[in-house]
T-cell receptor, first 113, second 116 residues
Framework: GDSVTQMEGPVTLSEEAFLTINCTYTATGYPSLFWYVQYPGEGLQLLLKATKADDKGSNKGFEATYRKETTSFHLEKGSVQVSDSAVYFCALSGQTSGSRLTFGEGTQLTVNP | GAVVSQHPSWVICKSGTSVKIECRSLDFQATTMFWYRQFPKQSLMLMATSNEGSKATYEQGVEKDKFLINHASLTLSTLTVTSAHPEDSSFYIC????????????FGPGTRLTVL
């Protein structure tokens, strides 16, 4: 079945540091890939997405590229801010699963001033 | 657009009572809504898929008689936790699909349930 694996957290960075959160997936065919962000006590917000190989999703300085050859969708940001502190979830929606999402474990990011 | 609300945002109840959580799509019609459960510091676990006008589809291991789902209209789905026990304490999150944006779910802010 479909699965998503994220790098283990928590991740702690200083403000303006470079961020990478690794995400790899297992799925048949060509899934759609997503990054969601969850701020404390809140639901999930879609951060970015990519629907086909080599697509790059981007939003609020975050980027992720759909790499079919490595089955990866790593999240990056060049300069993090304190306000980026949150939990980040990688997810996929498989071709055969309709719109059902499979989530990774989540990665807690803390950015210190 | 594509705002999903949940009510209540938090609830505390006694063991043995039932609790109803509402999920509403405020500015779009949602034929499909999803209900998730999230334990502290863990990922979201899909509980069930709610389709307007039909019975919900439950994931393996989720008791349908305990977690009653009703999707009576295109903008409202409800989750009722029946005879709640402390182990049902969790963060419950719903999401909805906007028909014109197939394959993208819009999430509600979640409901924190604490069963004493």
């Amino acid at each position: 079945g479909d699965s998503v694996t994220q790098m283990e957290g928590p991740v702690t960075l200083s403000e303006e540091a470079f961020l990478t959160i690794n995400c790899t997936y297992t799925a048949t065919g060509y899934p759609s890939l997503f990054w969601y962000v969850q701020y404390p006590g809140e639901g999930l917000q879609l951060l970015l997405k990519a629907t086909k190989a080599d697509d790059k999703g981007s939003n609020k300085g975050f980027e992720a590229t759909y790499r079919k050859e490595t089955t990866s969708f790593h999240l990056e940001k060049g300069s993090v801010q304190v306000s980026d502190s949150a939990v980040y979830f990688c997810a996929l929606s498989g071709q055969t699963s309709g719109s059902r999402l499979t989530f990774g474990e989540g990665t807690q990011l803390t950015v210190n001033p | 657009g594509a705002v999903v609300s949940q009510h209540p945002s938090w609830v505390i109840c006694k063991s043995g009572t039932s609790v109803k959580i509402e999920c509403r799509s405020l500015d779009f019609q949602a034929t499909t809504m999803f209900w998730y459960r999230q334990f502290p510091k863990q990922s979201l676990m899909l509980m069930a898929t709610s389709n307007e006008g039909s019975k919900a589809t439950y994931e393996q291991g989720v008791e349908k008689d305990k977690f009653l789902i009703n999707h009576a209209s295109l903008t409202l789905s409800t989750l009722t936790v029946t005879s709640a026990h402390p182990e049902d304490s969790s963060f419950y999150i719903c999401s909805a699909i906007r028909d014109s944006s197939y394959n993208e779910q819009f999430f509600g802010p979640g409901t924190r349930l604490t069963v004493l």
